[in-house]
């Protein structure tokens, strides 16, 4: 069975400040890992994604996340907020290996604030 | 190169009423997934298919809800019946490849049952 926990339904920061989203999974299999952005009232697009390769992940929009298997955490960073930034953020886990669905975690909402 | 296509964009039933939803993949892709989304909830994994077989259907509600991809045409998620708490997001999501493939989404079809 798999598991996705993001920290904190709402994450509020300045413009130009670090954006940090939290994102921790249980898998009983080594997983691949993704983060997807939603705007609203549109659907998911990929931000990064994570598969046993490199463990410092690069996305679009500058976006990054590491995998850090000792803490079963995959944290998403920006160094720098942007006013279009301001969306949801969703952290899911598959488990590779077979074609299941993937795991979703609730979501955080990213708040930029001027 | 368009991506993953849902019809309608916004459907509107009665209770007691059929909703069919429409999911086009990606060019290419065998692949098919349908995810539904409640309000301030993460998305939530029904079915996996790929053409003319149903590979898992683990998320799918035991009644009323079925899903087929045929040969030819676009995946359907149909819906007999409707109720309230049926309203909701659902998103299908298409991929190349079984293992480790990534997912993408499409726009989201809303359905709101009167």
């Known amino acids: 069975a798999q598991s996705v926990t993001q920290l904190g339904s709402h994450v509020s920061v300045s413009e130009g400040a670090l954006v940090l989203l939290r994102c921790n999974y249980s898998?009983?299999?080594?997983?691949?890992l993704f983060w997807y952005v939603q705007y609203p009232n549109q659907g998911l697009q990929l931000l990064l994604k994570?598969?046993?390769?490199?463990?410092l992940v690069k996305g679009i929009n500058g976006f990054e996340a590491e995998f850090k298997k000792s803490e079963t955490s995959f944290h998403l960073t920006k160094p720098s907020a942007h006013m279009s930034d301001a969306a949801e953020y969703f952290c899911?886990?598959?488990?590779?290996?077979?074609?299941?669905?993937?795991?979703f975690g609730k979501g955080t909402h990213l708040i930029i604030q001027p | 190169n368009a991506g993953v296509m849902q019809n309608p964009r916004h459907l509107v039933r009665r209770r007691g009423q059929e909703a069919r939803l429409r999911c086009s993949p990606m060019?290419?892709?065998?692949?098919v997934y349908w995810y539904r989304q409640l309000p301030e909830e993460g998305l939530k994994f029904m079915v996996y298919?790929?053409?003319?077989?149903?590979?898992?259907e683990s998320g799918m509600p035991k009644e009323r809800f079925s899903a087929e991809f045929p040969k030819e045409g676009p995946s359907i998620l149909r819906i007999q019946q409707v109720v309230r708490g049926d309203s909701a997001a659902y998103f299908c999501?298409?991929?190349?490849?079984?293992?480790?493939?990534?997912?993408?989404f499409g726009p989201g079809t809303r359905l709101t049952v009167l």
């Open positions: 999501a298409s991929s190349g490849t079984r293992e480790y493939g990534t997912q993408y």
């Open positions: 898998s009983s299999v080594p997983p691949y």
């Open positions: 994570y598969t046993s390769a490199a463990t």
């Open positions: 899911a886990v598959g488990s590779g290996g077979g074609a299941d669905g993937l795991t």
């Open positions: 060019k290419g892709h065998s692949h």
């Open positions: 298919l790929q053409k003319e077989n149903i590979i898992d």
